[in-house]
């Protein structure tokens, strides 16, 4: 039903600013809390919260590993 129709959108929404997130890890030094504030996550826990529920990686770890 429009139920998982709304599911569905919200993670799909949520997919694109955890990738928009490690773009930004990857290619700025930007700190963390703001990169959290940019993506209009509620604050840099959730933020973290949901980057390592996305990806396996706290966002500190996944720059560490990933930055060019």
Not at 16 to 39: D, S, W, Y
């Amino acid at each position: 039903g429009s139920e998982m129709c709304i599911r569905d959108s919200y993670q799909y929404y949520l997919n694109g600013r955890v990738e928009a997130a490690k773009m930004l890890l990857q290619n700025t030094g930007m700190p963390i809390g703001e990169i959290a504030a940019r993506l209009a996550f509620e604050d840099q826990q959730y933020f973290a919260t949901r980057f390592k529920r996305a990806t396996g990686y706290a966002p500190m770890k996944f720059r560490k590993m990933f930055q060019k």
